[in-house]
């Protein structure tokens, strides 16, 4: 990635705060920030204490990977890897990059360490986008005597501690500091460096990735030993494609190494990687790129750079480090699967009360830093029996159940007058669980939902208002114009009534079951249902077949 001068130079999740009493509720109030660690028990009586100081939802960033699951592409969820068209990006030629990288390390203040772990960052997180390590787990890591080689010690370091299993070829290291305690940092993780005699003939027996950081963009000249030998053996794997055996996948970081920098493979022959990834901004070769994954990463390029070059590059979203480029290759919806990797879920672990079960997964989904954990999926069924569902926010449990609010004039609230039962689902993607809840529901109090109500943010308070939900409107404009009307009553910060129409409602649970993913298909199920022992009630825990 550096120049020749640099080498010489160089969501929302929600928690819940504990306050007068270790029994209270889950409540959400958006609009305070504070931070608290959960209680673990909950009783609905206190939701009516008028001292009572509501939990607090509070946004926090999602995280990009998830070591401890075997998942950390997904939606990374928590969020999405926006798409850029190819023909509205910037593409550089090899001159401007390096007049980029001496301002970067000039006038701007950077350090090539900098850099450096920014864009190793990067090349990890695109990996871990697209390459699931319980499909994808061996790596290795080509780095070269520069900079592009560092970027892929860099990158080997996030992969292990994303999950994956990485070795590194380096055949020509460099005394330099920075080189040297990135080797210290792989060894102490007890990364294998294997020299080039050490590598198989055949690379796609022991590996299921190749990183190829062997030259960047500043590289002049035809590859010497033992490089060119690299370099063809990658070229080779296309032979496995040819003849449909498992070839591993390829990863160039920057430029493909023997690439022109500006005209590409010229001679057609180079390397034909699987996913590149460009970083500061694409290099005018990655035009020549047909592989089916290009990401940008080197979340660093400041305005005043990309103004002064004209740049036109992708919005990273959220906290990512990578962006794609392009479209995503088309999928074959039957193909799409995912080999879990999952603790065991064990009768004698779980919790003797369901809902003391439930509360801790849903810690679990907070400390992950999971998107909306309290988010369910309510399914209910009207006179006719036809099932309908719809994504819903939890706002309280306890031990009388579950509570959501919403508009008593919408279709799951004529279910629930005609039906009054329902299910929940739970889905904790980034932790491979979910729990499914069955029960009969109720209307919750007009003081709970009152209460409620007013914890709610002023411009929420004004759209329940405005929202004859599941009822037909003409357009946005209307409900646009109904709001502001009511914005412009209610400014002088008057006392917004709850509409009457307006209210939650409890689910009370008369079924359990946690669900934990685990490999070839064999998942975890435990169900929890009420039995009388002695005329108590209490609940029997039993393991379904997956």
């Not at 080997?156 to 020509?172: D, E, I, N, T």
Request: overall charge neutral.
């Amino acid at each position: 990635m550096w120049s020749s001068l640099a080498r010489k130079s160089r969501t929302m999740t929600c928690l819940f705060l504990a306050t007068h009493q270790s029994s209270l509720p889950l409540i959400f109030n958006p609009s305070n920030s504070n931070v608290h660690k959960p209680s673990r028990s909950f009783h609905h009586n206190t939701l009516s204490n008028n001292k009572l100081s509501p939990a607090f939802l509070t946004p926090i960033p999602s995280l990009s990977i998830r070591a401890f699951c075997s998942n950390p592409s997904a939606k990374m969820a928590d969020r999405a890897v926006q798409i850029q068209n190819s023909d509205s990006v910037s593409y550089l030629k090899q001159r401007e990059a390096a007049e980029i990288d001496e301002i970067l390390m000039g006038p701007l203040g950077f350090s090539v360490d900098q850099l450096m772990e920014l864009a190793g960052l990067s090349v990890a997180e695109s990996i871990a986008e697209v390459y699931k390590p319980s499909e994808y787990k061996r790596v290795l890591a080509i780095c070269g005597p520069g900079n592009n080689g560092g970027d892929g010690l860099v990158a080997a370091r996030h992969l292990y501690h994303f999950g994956y299993k990485p070795s590194v070829c380096y055949p020509k290291r460099t005394p330099k500091p920075l080189y040297s305690g990135l080797v210290t940092q792989l060894e102490s993780l007890s990364v294998p460096f294997l020299s080039v005699e050490d590598l198989p003939l055949d690379l796609s027996k022991d590996f299921d990735i190749l990183v190829d950081a062997m030259f960047g963009f500043s590289f002049h000249g035809t590859p010497r030993p033992p490089f060119d030998d690299l370099i063809q053996r990658l070229v080779s794997l296309r032979d496995h494609d040819q003849t449909h055996q498992k070839s591993p996948v390829i990863v160039s970081i920057d430029i493909p190494s023997g690439w022109h920098v500006e005209e590409g493979d010229i001679g057609g022959e180079g390397i034909k990687p699987d996913m590149l990834v460009s970083l500061t901004a694409p290099k005018l070769c990655a035009k020549k790129f047909c592989g089916p994954h290009h990401f940008l990463g080197g979340r660093f390029v400041p305005p005043s750079i990309a103004d002064k070059y004209k740049l036109c590059l992708p919005p990273y979203l959220g906290t990512s480090m990578c962006v794609r480029i392009g479209k995503p290759p088309k999928i074959d919806i039957s193909a799409l699967r995912e080999n879990y990797i999952s603790p065991e879920l064990l009768e004698e672990q779980v919790e003797a009360d369901p809902i003391d079960q439930f509360c801790k997964w849903f810690d679990d989904a907070v400390a992950a830093s999971l998107k909306e954990p309290n988010a369910m999926a309510l399914s209910t069924a009207g006179k006719d029996g036809k099932p309908s569902s719809r994504m819903v926010l939890l706002k309280g449990v306890d031990k009388d159940g579950f509570v959501w609010y919403t508009n008593y004039d919408s279709r799951k609230a004529h279910d629930l007058s005609d039906n009054p039962h329902a299910s929940l689902l739970f889905y904790w993607d980034g932790l491979n669980r979910q729990v499914r809840v069955e029960g009969s529901v109720q209307k919750v109090s007009d003081e709970e939902s009152e209460q409620y109500f007013h914890s709610r943010p002023r411009g929420s308070q004004i759209g329940a208002i405005v929202s004859k939900q599941s009822t037909v409107v003409p357009g946005r404009h209307v409900l646009h114009q109904q709001y502001k009307e009511l914005e412009e009553t209610f400014s002088d910060g008057s006392l917004i009534p709850k509409p009457k129409h307006w209210g939650g409602y409890r689910l009370k649970p008369e079924l359990f079951e946690f669900w934990q993913g685990q490999k070839s298909r064999l998942h975890d199920r435990l169900q929890y249902s009420p039995h009388e022992i002695n005329g108590q009630q209490v609940w029997k825990i039993e393991r379904l077949a997956p």
